[in-house]
């Protein structure tokens, strides 16, 4: 009994990886060979971006909103007289800023793998007092998450933002990050909503293709958020619960011998009740739990939970039956200290078993074999 309690108090130090950690923006940008081959003569438009905010952070069905804000640079040396006539206001917004953009070339994009499309929800047009035009446009919108994390609630996902240039290749025109930040200055709300906490964040710089061509690439920044759940939900809405019904379980054999004929009915129906509860609380907890093709650690647990608490009950039921018809003897007391003794012996190795099997699984560096020769 000692040794589970040991069990559960060791993942209290796991704490510190969900509270101690900073977010770290990478200040470098990563770029592909080919984004740089194809930029060399193609019209360079500078790329500034906040993330305002990342909320609805769906793990069960894969999905998190975004609400950015980003602001492209660009020069039009080619056509400044025509543009300073057109400009007579210096920024225009809304309807304005529309009828303006029709009339003059601008830097388009698309954001990749939207679920839905983008809602833009403040446009404005900036010419400075060097000619160069800033397209400025707050958005939001919605986007898919790789939940593969075999180690939830512990291990990170990866959020992606990516821009793609929309009607010019990335040989005509490329974006170029230039600025990067999750979250404004004086931003009084947090930029991760809920449960969640950002690690690190980076930028890199590619080329992407699109069926509509096929011998056209399109320049693509993407902004990548590396994000964490945070241990104190998870321990009070996994860890305790579960850990709790696993204790009380094996409490209820180890301390309510069968011997005693009182002890039989309470133990029975504790066990069943305590089996109810741990299918109620793997229902409840359905839509933030991922759903994979594998068992992550949390269905490992659960799927350990029921299994030591269906054993408890199995046993109790069979205990039971033995003493009502064979009565207190020394050999069904042995029997039944050994199944008391047992049964959290093999709950400690289900658990060590299962924390070893994910996390071993996860550091293991996968090497792809080169195809095979055909003689």
């Known amino acids: ?209 699109r069926l509509s061509t096929t011998d056209q690439t399109y320049s693509q920044n993407g902004f990548h958020f590396i994000i964490e759940h945070d241990f104190h939900d998870s321990m009070q809405k996994i860890f305790f619960p579960l850990g709790g019904i696993i204790v009380i379980s094996l409490l209820l054999n180890l301390f309510s011998s069968m011997k005693f004929t009182e002890n039989i009915d309470m133990r029975v129906m504790g066990q069943l009740t305590l089996l109810l509860t741990v299918f109620a609380l793997k229902f409840t907890l359905g839509d933030q739990v991922p759903h994979t093709h594998y068992l992550n650690l949390v269905d490992l647990l659960f799927l350990i939970g029921t299994s030591v608490v269906f054993l408890n009950f199995f046993a109790s039921v069979v205990m039971g039956e033995l003493y009502l018809r064979r009565g207190s003897n020394n050999r069904i007391v042995r029997i039944e200290t050994i199944i008391d003794r047992l049964i959290p012996s093999l709950t400690i190795l289900l658990i060590a078993a299962a924390f070893f099997s994910v996390f071993q699984s996860e550091a293991i560096d996968w090497v792809e074999l080169p195809p095979r020769q055909e003689k």
């Not at 993942?11 to 200040?27: R, Y």
């Not at 698309?110 to 446009?123: H, N």
């Open 1 to 209: 009994m000692h040794l589970i309690i040991m069990c559960l108090l060791t993942l209290f130090p796991l704490n510190a990886f969900g509270t101690e950690v900073e977010a770290k923006i990478s200040k470098t940008v990563t770029t592909s060979a080919e984004a740089e081959i194809l930029s060399q003569e193609a019209k360079h438009i500078e790329v500034y971006t906040i993330i305002d905010r990342i909320y609805d952070i769906n793990i069960s069905d894969g999905t998190y909103k975004i609400e950015a804000e980003i602001l492209l640079k660009w020069n039009n040396s080619q056509d400044q007289i025509n543009l300073r006539t057109l400009f007579t206001d210096r920024t225009y917004a809304g309807k304005g800023a529309r009828d303006l953009l029709n009339r003059i070339w601008h830097p388009e994009f698309l954001v990749k793998a939207e679920i839905v499309q983008r809602e833009s929800l403040f446009t404005t047009v900036h010419m400075n007092e060097d000619g160069s035009l800033e397209l400025f446009e707050k958005f939001k919108t919605t986007l898919p998450i790789n939940t593969d994390i075999k180690t939830y609630p512990f291990g990170t996902l990866q959020l992606n933002l990516d821009i793609v240039a929309f009607t010019n290749d990335a040989k005509e025109m490329t974006f170029d990050p230039k600025y990067f930040k999750i979250g404004h200055k004086d931003q009084e709300h947090p930029v991760i909503v809920g449960n969640w906490t950002l690690v690190r964040a980076y930028v890199d710089k590619k080329v992407s293709h």
